[in-house]
């Protein structure tokens, strides 16, 4: 992700509950080949973390509208003892150190045999997902959860408690669009034991989620070897790349033609893998290459303004701003871009294209020993325009004018 995300408390403490009874149904299931609703609850009874609603939870899998769930469940008991438990084990593992220490490896359910007792509970699985956080009128029944002040968890209030936790408008995938799924950042096709994982569900948007990310798994690699949960970006572990990178862009094509070369770590940071994977999967930088017209334009856009509410708010005083106080207004801008990261679309490659443009234009002009010749600062040239000046004044050269001036008055006389 770009930025850092905050994981909501209820989000956590609800998905957790999720979580566990998911696979406290398989482990339920594993041990037996024939179901029934009172099996069912003695088995999660033994069980604390139900205490005072297995009845109901039993209740809920038995219930008319619930038979497809049962059905799985039922297709699911069917497979050999054995292999099940183990199978089901192992998944329960991983959940669990998912939710606790996200490091070292996460099995895929694709590198298995495709029994169909594993794809029945691959099914079971998914399907509180879409029931209950795919759909947008869809909310988890009070007795999955251990707390008994909550009324209803589902899509709507994942999002509303994301909103609330987060300072992001923007899809913190892409930068671009507004987020409006819940996707699985470990897709759910690959990793069915994560799909109401409370660390692996995100809001990104649909082009993102559809036409980039897809069915793409982010722990497969090239090689075939799977990679470690430390060498990809995690949602709400650790900082997104917007901390320990930046967005290098050429502009040897041109001021207004800008071209991205990529991501680049700050030095001493160890995320190239990361950076690498994040790139495959969405497609970002090379997105915001194919918009960088529109990027420009945007950036020049607030100079521009900038510049012309500079030239009316000081309309006794124009003509007179220095490169100095033309430096300033774009570090103004610059700012204000960088504090509006992920409210506002694009604000990323913006923040990186201006520097680029400060860089460029603006460093070598307040640094040059002779005075500010227009013609070689094309953005200067712009700036002077809508300022109404004829120059940008150096005042190091005035002051050196000056010093001049004075030092010839007493060469001149001897
Ligand atoms: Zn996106």
Not at 142 to 161: A, H, T, Y
Not at 190 to 202: E, M, T
Request: aromatic share 12%.
């Amino acid at each position: 992700m770009i930025y850092q995300l905050k994981l909501p408390e209820l989000t956590l403490k609800c998905l957790t509950d999720v979580v566990y009874l998911q696979m406290c149904f398989l482990r339920y299931a594993s041990s037996r080949t024939a179901l029934d609703q009172q099996s069912c609850e003695k088995y999660f009874s033994r069980h604390r973390r139900f205490r005072g609603r297995y009845q109901q939870i039993a209740k809920w899998l038995w219930g008319k509208k619930r038979l497809t769930f049962l059905k799985l469940l039922e297709k699911f008991a069917q497979g050999s003892t054995e292999e099940k438990r183990q199978w089901s084990k192992q998944m329960y593992r991983e959940v669990i150190e998912f939710l606790q220490n996200p490091v070292g490896s996460i099995t895929p359910n694709i590198n298995k045999p495709t029994l169909s007792w594993q794809i029945a509970a691959t099914e079971f699985l998914i399907k509180f997902y879409d029931e209950y956080l795919g759909d947008s009128k869809g909310a988890f029944p009070k007795s999955f959860f251990s707390g008994s002040e909550l009324e209803r968890f589902g899509r709507e209030k994942f999002l509303s408690e994301f909103e609330k936790l987060n300072r992001i408008k923007v899809c913190p995938a892409c930068d671009d669009e507004r987020y409006s799924r819940i996707d699985h950042y470990l897709t759910k096709i690959f990793y069915p034991h994560l799909s109401c994982h409370p660390y692996n569900l995100v809001p990104i948007c649909n082009t993102c989620n559809s036409d980039n990310k897809g069915e793409k798994n982010l722990l497969g690699s090239k090689s075939g070897n799977l990679r470690k949960l430390e060498n990809i970006f995690l949602p709400y572990r650790g900082d997104g790349f917007q901390t320990d990178t930046y967005l290098k862009i050429s502009l040897e094509q041109g001021l207004r033609k800008p071209i991205i070369i990529g991501l680049k770590v700050h030095p001493g940071k160890d995320l190239l893998e990361r950076v690498e994977v994040y790139q495959y999967i969405f497609n970002i930088p090379d997105r915001w290459q194919k918009s960088i017209q529109t990027i420009d334009e945007l950036v020049y856009r607030q100079i521009k303004q900038n510049i012309q509410s500079h030239v009316d708010g000081n309309s006794l005083k124009r003509g007179n701003l220095n490169i100095f106080g033309v430096r300033d207004l774009l570090d103004g801008i610059l700012c204000n871009l960088f504090d509006n990261q992920g409210l506002v679309q694009w604000h990323f490659p913006m923040t990186w294209h201006l520097v680029t443009l400060i860089n460029r234009e603006i460093e070598p002009a307040v640094h040059s020993s002779t005075p500010i010749n227009l013609e070689n600062y094309e953005l200067l040239k712009d700036i002077a325009d809508w300022l109404i000046q004829d120059t940008i004044p150096h005042p190091v050269h005035e002051r050196r004018d000056l010093a001049q001036k004075l030092c010839n008055v007493v060469l001149n006389r001897e």
